[in-house]
Structure formats: structure tokens, C-alpha cells
């Protein structure tokens, strides 16, 4: 058992019903000389990689009622790998757009927080995608952004690839115990009740830290969170946000965009990728 920390909680926190907190990853693989995976094989793939090292993606969520503290992760002892890796297979001939119409589905739904909060989806059928040969599938992976940050992500990324086929599988952290029912609600309660009395504002100083909004809204016991007034132009970017989401594909060269980075020390690959989207998108605005 683990108690989340006030960076990853405040995820929690700002999560409203009509918009999902969690990370999705799409993934295309090419099919190669290997038969087509299947979600059997996807499924013991993740159980070695991920599940049998790492922690956290074999506990579940633990609130207290009342956000008395912050959460705690715990093990699953029912861990069900079969309701974590799904497969689905694309509609009509395959096409690109045809994986960005399975992809917004599956970001959509809400993850179940009486779960691991992660799941993948192998997509199949993409066979008419322009530049990938037929066969080619998949990998619709979802983190709750609680449970994983930018780094930890890479991290998973870099447990679940090979760099070649006769590659050695990437070291992996080994679990310190078994997986068991937890601890009670009423311990995890008797916990929060000693931290409460031994820092009675250190729950509310460290969100109030982190998001002034926010947190001056919990000190002050409100129980709708309200947005500040502002002068924004309207556009299609400031209005309410829903579970529904639209995505797109834009293909780069990865030397052009190493290029870009190396002209200014210091920077990163996410550095290039952020200002090339935040350009775009002013460049858009600016177009209204």
C-alpha cells in the first residue's frame, strides 16, 4: 500500500464528471515477418512486462469518504488481466480515420475507478492505412494521470519494447510482496485521523500550493468550483468540455525536428512538439 502524493491527487481533485483525467496512447505497429498478435499474446506480454514488476499496475484506488487524506493505491488480489486488454477490430476497409474513430470511442469512456486505473486495447484491421502495409495493427493504451506523469510514461514505454527481436527484455523493478486484500477503510481512516491531528492543514496548504484556485475553494468549504472571469474571445477551444474528443495524425521527420532541438541547447524533443502545436494553433486563432 501506497498513499498518493498531493501532485498526483490533485488529478483526482479536478476531475470532473463530463471529462475524463487519463492518458491515451496510440501506438501503430507494422507486422513484419511475425503472425499477427493477439490479444492473448498482448495480454502476456503486459502481465510480464508490466503487471509481475510494477507496482502500481496491480493496485487499485482507496478514497476515504470526505477526502479526509489523500488516496492511497492497493493491491488487487482479483486482478482481472482479461477486462484491462481488449481487442477491437476496425470497421470498413481499415483506414486511418477508421483508427481515429475507434480511438476517440475508447478515450470516451470513463476508466472504473473500482479497478487498476490503465487499460489496452489491440485494434486490428487496419489494412487500407496509406504508407502502412496490410496487417498492420494497433495499441490503444489508457493511464489514469494519477498513476503516471510525462516520465513514468516513457518509462512503460521503453518496459514494453524490444529495439530488435533478440533483444534481452528491459530490467524491470521487483514487486516487494505479494499482492494481498489491503488495509481496511477503518485503518486507512485511523491513518488519516493521526495525520490530520499531527498536521491538521498540510492536505489543504499542499493543493492550495499546487492549484491557488482550487485550493482556496476546499479551505473554504465551497462545494462547486468556479472558473475566474474572463475576456476571451470565443472559440471553439473555450467553451464547456465533454467526455468526446477529436484527434488527428500530422507525420514529421524525426531529423528535421532533432534539428530544431539541437538549435537551441537545452531543449527538448517535447519542447519542438509543444511549440509546433502551439504555433499552429495560434496560427489558427489568429485565421478566426
Same mark, same amino acid.
Given at each position: 500500500?501506497?498513499?498518493?502524493?498531493?501532485?498526483?491527487?490533485?488529478?483526482?481533485?479536478?476531475?470532473?464528471?463530463?471529462?475524463?483525467?487519463?492518458?491515451?496512447?496510440?501506438?501503430?505497429?507494422?507486422?513484419?515477418?511475425?503472425?499477427?498478435?493477439?490479444?492473448?499474446?498482448?495480454?502476456?506480454?503486459?502481465?510480464?512486462?508490466?503487471?509481475?514488476?510494477?507496482?502500481?499496475?496491480?493496485?487499485?484506488?482507496?478514497?476515504?469518504?470526505?477526502?479526509?487524506?489523500?488516496?492511497?493505491?492497493?493491491?488487487?488480489?482479483?486482478?482481472?488481466?482479461?477486462?484491462?486488454?481488449?481487442?477491437?477490430?476496425?470497421?470498413?476497409?481499415?483506414?486511418?480515420?477508421?483508427?481515429?474513430?475507434?480511438?476517440?470511442?475508447?478515450?470516451?469512456?470513463?476508466?472504473?475507478?473500482?479497478?487498476?486505473?490503465?487499460?489496452?486495447?489491440?485494434?486490428?484491421?487496419?489494412?487500407?492505412?496509406?504508407?502502412?502495409?496490410?496487417?498492420?495493427?494497433?495499441?490503444?493504451?489508457?493511464?489514469?494521470?494519477?498513476?503516471?506523469?510525462?516520465?513514468?510514461?516513457?518509462?512503460?514505454?521503453?518496459?514494453?519494447?524490444?529495439?530488435?527481436?533478440?533483444?534481452?527484455?528491459?530490467?524491470?523493478?521487483?514487486?516487494?510482496?505479494?499482492?494481498?486484500?489491503?488495509?481496511?477503510?477503518?485503518?486507512? +481512516?485511523? /491513518?488519516? !485521523? %493521526?495525520?490530520?491531528?499531527?498536521?491538521?492543514?498540510?492536505? &489543504? =496548504?499542499?493543493?492550495?500550493?499546487? @492549484?491557488?484556485?482550487?485550493?482556496?475553494?476546499?479551505?473554504?468549504?465551497?462545494?462547486?468550483?468556479?472558473?475566474?472571469?474572463?475576456?476571451?474571445?470565443?472559440?471553439?477551444?473555450?467553451?464547456?468540455?465533454?467526455?468526446?474528443?477529436?484527434?488527428?495524425?500530422?507525420?514529421?521527420?524525426?531529423?528535421?525536428?532533432? +534539428?530544431? /532541438?539541437? !538549435? %537551441?541547447?537545452?531543449?527538448?524533443?517535447?519542447?519542438?512538439? &509543444? =511549440?509546433?502545436?502551439?504555433?499552429? @494553433?495560434?496560427?489558427?486563432?489568429?485565421?478566426?
Amino acid at each position: 500500500m501506497n498513499q498518493m502524493g498531493s501532485n498526483d491527487a490533485i488529478w483526482l481533485y479536478i476531475e470532473p464528471p463530463s471529462e475524463s483525467a487519463h492518458v491515451t496512447l496510440v501506438s501503430v505497429y507494422e507486422p513484419g515477418e511475425l503472425p499477427p498478435l493477439t490479444r492473448q499474446e498482448l495480454e502476456a506480454h503486459l502481465h510480464d512486462r508490466l503487471v509481475s514488476g510494477v507496482p502500481v499496475f496491480s493496485r487499485r484506488l482507496r478514497q476515504l469518504p470526505f477526502h479526509a487524506d489523500f488516496p492511497y493505491w492497493v493491491d488487487d488480489p482479483h486482478l482481472d488481466l482479461g477486462r484491462h486488454v481488449r481487442e477491437r477490430s476496425l470497421a470498413g476497409p481499415g483506414s486511418w480515420n477508421a483508427l481515429l474513430a475507434t480511438a476517440m470511442e475508447i478515450h470516451a469512456e470513463p476508466l472504473d475507478k473500482r479497478h487498476p486505473l490503465w487499460d489496452f486495447t489491440l485494434v486490428t484491421g487496419l489494412n487500407r492505412a496509406r504508407g502502412l502495409p496490410k496487417g498492420s495493427f494497433a495499441v490503444v493504451s489508457r493511464f489514469h494521470h494519477a498513476m503516471v506523469d510525462g516520465k513514468s510514461l516513457l518509462e512503460v514505454i521503453h518496459l514494453l519494447h524490444d529495439l530488435s527481436p533478440q533483444s534481452a527484455p528491459p530490467a524491470q523493478p521487483t514487486r516487494a510482496q505479494t499482492a494481498a486484500d489491503g488495509p481496511s477503510l477503518a485503518t486507512i +481512516a485511523v /491513518r488519516a !485521523a %493521526v495525520h490530520t491531528i499531527a498536521n491538521p492543514t498540510d492536505m &489543504l =496548504t499542499r493543493v492550495a500550493r499546487r @492549484l491557488p484556485l482550487l485550493g482556496r475553494q476546499l479551505v473554504n468549504r465551497q462545494a462547486r468550483i468556479t472558473l475566474p472571469q474572463t475576456r476571451a474571445p470565443r472559440t471553439r477551444f473555450n467553451g464547456p468540455v465533454t467526455a468526446d474528443r477529436r484527434l488527428g495524425f500530422a507525420q514529421f521527420d524525426l531529423d528535421r525536428l532533432r +534539428a530544431l /532541438r539541437s !538549435a %537551441v541547447p537545452g531543449s527538448t524533443l517535447n519542447d519542438v512538439a &509543444l =511549440t509546433i502545436i502551439g504555433g499552429a @494553433l495560434r496560427d489558427y486563432l489568429d485565421k478566426l
